[in-house]
């Protein structure tokens, strides 16, 4: 026959890895739910993430279960017959070691084998040492194993409240040991009351999220740096925000959430509008001044400079308010291109729907006209860049139509100034020598 301990150790190995394959499942669709974008408590919800942190409450309860076991094992007795205590009570006559074998007739178990409670009223005095010498994340675990139990906490930070709790939960293991003739540790008699609760429908696990791991402090903060500032949190930054997030986690209140048979206790901190402000605060390292603020003015500037020179290929002037209106609008969300596009459309009005329909399509004024622009400051001799988009002439390239490139030319001389340039002075020259050579005039 298998040693009955040897079998709950092996029992409780399996149990391990059944936890730490459930944590793994849990933390996997964590991950999916944050790559999804979901922050907040829409982190920790969905039909799948449930079920995955239902499963890994059930692993861990069943390994605290199987240890409450292995540490109050005892070795079995061989159970003596009637006769050899009798004969072992004659032995101790006088040594006052004699054991009594008196029996109920009711129950048939020896007198006095009810279990000892002097060691439960140790631990009812000792609660309050017991409690405060707990980490925060040993405080939350209690909390939540008492509230599952029947005995809420309302907030794990109470610790006056918490040990209340415990020491009550104590006293009712104390009096269900006595009444029943058991000797239940704390683990068990708590899984007991949790089994109770669920079966009655009396309540369900609450669970306390306001504070976030390593993990997940990390992956949000790296989110909102790279968003605000647009680069990759260092390590030095991640640390400190971590600690940050965490302290203002502990200071803020909860509320609770129910995420399908259980209750969620979370913060009511909005953790990447409170990430977002520290991130403004990280100094500039060559400045000293706000990083936000520097990259912001730079990408504000580089804006202005970006709209002013789509509207000068659209002949549009823009006053400073404009472009301070259309900086606005862009720091507030709106998408550049958008206002590029109404640039446009006011550089459309009153042209021909050839050109509206080019200047729509996100086609600029200066393109269009290119070709013409060339072909006048070829022949006008004049430098490209000073002839405006509403040039009168260069307009008439297009109208109800376009005009091919033969055609503006002759348009361009009868332009006034062309006959101040060298071309036409070179025409006209050309012309007169052509004449007099067919009148026999010229060699």
Same mark, same amino acid.
């Given at each position: &026959?298998?040693?009955?301990?040897? *079998?709950?150790?092996?029992?409780?190995?399996?149990?391990?890895?059944?936890?730490?394959?459930?944590?793994?499942?849990?933390?996997?669709?964590?991950?999916?739910?944050?790559?999804?974008?979901?922050?907040?408590?829409?982190?920790?919800?969905?039909?799948? !993430? %449930?079920?995955?942190?239902?499963?890994?409450?059930?692993?861990?309860?069943?390994?605290?279960?199987?240890?409450?076991?292995?540490?109050?094992?005892?070795?079995?007795?061989?159970?003596?017959?009637?006769?050899?205590?009798?004969?072992?009570?004659?032995?101790?006559?006088?040594?006052?070691?004699?054991?009594?074998?008196?029996?109920?007739?009711?129950?048939?178990?020896?007198?006095?084998?009810?279990?000892?409670?002097?060691?439960?009223?140790?631990?009812?005095?000792?609660?309050?040492?017991?409690? !405060?010498? $707990?980490?925060?994340?040993?405080?939350?675990? #209690?909390?939540?194993?008492?509230?599952?139990?029947?005995?809420?906490?309302?907030?794990?930070?109470?610790?006056?409240?918490?040990?209340? $709790?415990?020491?009550?939960?104590?006293?009712?293991? $104390?009096?269900? %040991?006595?009444?029943?003739?058991?000797?239940?540790?704390?683990?068990?008699?708590?899984?007991?009351?949790?089994?109770?609760?669920?079966?009655?429908?009396?309540?369900?696990?609450?669970?306390?999220?306001?504070?976030?791991?390593?993990?997940?402090?990390?992956?949000?903060?790296?989110?909102?740096?790279?968003?605000?500032? %647009?680069?990759?949190?260092?390590?030095?930054?991640?640390?400190?925000?971590?600690?940050?997030?965490?302290?203002?986690?502990?200071?803020?209140?909860?509320?609770?959430?129910?995420?399908?048979?259980?209750?969620?206790?979370?913060?009511?901190?909005?953790?990447?509008?409170?990430?977002?402000?520290?991130?403004?605060?990280?100094?500039?390292?060559?400045?000293?001044?706000?990083?936000?603020?520097?990259?912001?003015?730079?990408?504000?500037?580089?804006?202005?400079?970006?709209? &002013?020179?789509?509207?000068?290929?659209?002949?549009?002037?823009?006053?400073?308010?404009?472009?301070?209106?259309?900086?606005?609008?862009? *720091?507030?969300?709106?998408?550049?291109?958008?206002?590029?596009?109404?640039?446009?459309?006011?550089?459309?009005?009153?042209?021909?729907?050839?050109?509206?329909?080019?200047?729509?399509?996100?086609?600029?004024?200066?393109?269009? !006209?290119?070709?013409?622009?060339?072909? &006048?400051?070829?022949?006008?001799?004049?430098?490209?860049?000073?002839?405006?988009?509403?040039?009168?002439?260069?307009?008439?390239? #297009?109208?109800?139509?376009?005009?091919?490139?033969?055609?503006?030319?002759? &348009?361009?001389?009868?332009?006034?100034?062309?006959?101040?340039?060298? %071309?036409?002075?070179?025409?006209?020259?050309?012309?007169?020598?052509?004449?007099?050579?067919?009148?026999?005039?010229?060699?």
């Amino acid at each position: &026959m298998a040693d009955p301990k040897k *079998r709950l150790e092996s029992q409780l190995a399996n149990a391990k890895n059944r936890r730490s394959n459930a944590a793994d499942k849990a933390q996997y669709e964590l991950s999916l739910n944050r790559n999804k974008g979901l922050t907040g408590d829409a982190l920790t919800s969905g039909t799948a !993430y %449930n079920k995955a942190y239902y499963e890994l409450q059930q692993a861990d309860r069943e390994v605290k279960r199987i240890q409450g076991l292995i540490a109050n094992y005892k070795e079995p007795v061989k159970e003596k017959t009637k006769e050899e205590q009798i004969v072992e009570n004659i032995q101790n006559i006088g040594s006052g070691k004699v054991v009594e074998t008196e029996t109920t007739e009711t129950t048939g178990t020896t007198v006095g084998s009810a279990p000892s409670t002097r060691d439960i009223d140790k631990e009812v005095k000792a609660a309050p040492k017991f409690i !405060y010498g $707990k980490s925060d994340q040993d405080k939350q675990a #209690i909390a939540r194993q008492l509230t599952a139990a029947g005995y809420k906490v309302v907030n794990w930070r109470d610790v006056e409240d918490l040990v209340s $709790k415990y020491q009550e939960a104590l006293s009712d293991n $104390k009096l269900r %040991n006595t009444n029943f003739g058991i000797n239940q540790t704390l683990d068990e008699f708590i899984l007991t009351k949790v089994s109770e609760q669920a079966g009655t429908g009396g309540g369900r696990p609450e669970i306390d999220v306001t504070i976030s791991s390593p993990t997940q402090a990390a992956s949000t903060i790296q989110s909102v740096v790279r968003g605000i500032l %647009n680069r990759d949190a260092t390590p030095e930054e991640i640390e400190k925000l971590y600690k940050v997030l965490n302290k203002a986690e502990r200071n803020a209140g909860r509320k609770a959430v129910k995420v399908g048979n259980r209750t969620e206790y979370t913060t009511d901190l909005d953790r990447v509008q409170f990430l977002t402000e520290e991130v403004k605060k990280i100094k500039d390292p060559k400045t000293g001044k706000s990083e936000f603020e520097t990259k912001r003015g730079q990408k504000e500037s580089l804006t202005s400079q970006e709209l &002013m020179s789509v509207a000068r290929a659209n002949g549009i002037i823009l006053s400073q308010n404009q472009i301070d209106s259309y900086a606005n609008d862009i *720091r507030n969300g709106k998408d550049i291109n958008v206002i590029k596009n109404d640039i446009r459309y006011t550089a459309g009005l009153g042209r021909p729907d050839s050109i509206k329909k080019l200047l729509a399509e996100g086609t600029d004024l200066e393109t269009v !006209y290119a070709p013409y622009k060339r072909t &006048m400051a070829s022949l006008l001799e004049l430098d490209p860049n000073s002839i405006d988009i509403n040039d009168t002439t260069l307009q008439g390239a #297009i109208t109800d139509r376009e005009l091919p490139i033969y055609e503006f030319r002759r &348009m361009l001389k009868k332009d006034p100034r062309w006959q101040y340039t060298n %071309n036409a002075r070179e025409e006209v020259s050309s012309k007169v020598i052509r004449v007099l050579r067919d009148f026999g005039f010229q060699g």
